[in-house]
C-alpha cells in the first residue's frame, strides 16, 4: 500500500493524472456535510448510519487524495459538483 502523500507526489512528477469521478451518492454525501451538520444528522438525512457515512467519507478522501473531508467538500464546490 502507498502512503497517501507518495501517492500524490508519484502522480504530480510523472504528471499523470486519472480523473476522478464521484458517484451521485457520492456528491449527495459532500453536499450534506458541506452544510455544517454532524455525522450523525448527516447520516440520518441520508438513512445510513454514522459508522457507515464515516467510512464512505473516508473511501471518498481516499480516492480524491485528500486528507480531510473538508477538503474533499473543497475540491467538490470547487469544481461546482456541490
Avoid: F, K
Avoid at 450534506?32 to 457507515?52: D, K, M, N, Y
Avoid at 480524491?64 to 477538503?71: A, F, M, R
Amino acid at each position: 500500500m502507498v502512503p497517501l502523500q507518495a501517492r500524490s507526489r508519484e502522480n504530480t512528477l510523472n504528471g499523470a493524472y486519472t480523473p476522478v469521478e464521484l458517484s451521485h451518492e457520492e456528491l449527495e454525501l459532500l453536499a450534506e456535510i458541506a452544510t455544517g451538520v454532524t455525522t450523525e444528522v448527516a447520516a440520518r438525512h441520508l438513512e445510513l448510519s454514522a459508522r457507515t457515512l464515516r467510512r464512505r467519507i473516508r473511501n471518498i478522501c481516499d480516492v480524491l487524495g485528500v486528507n480531510t473531508p473538508i477538503e474533499a467538500v473543497v475540491w467538490a464546490a470547487r469544481r461546482q459538483l456541490i
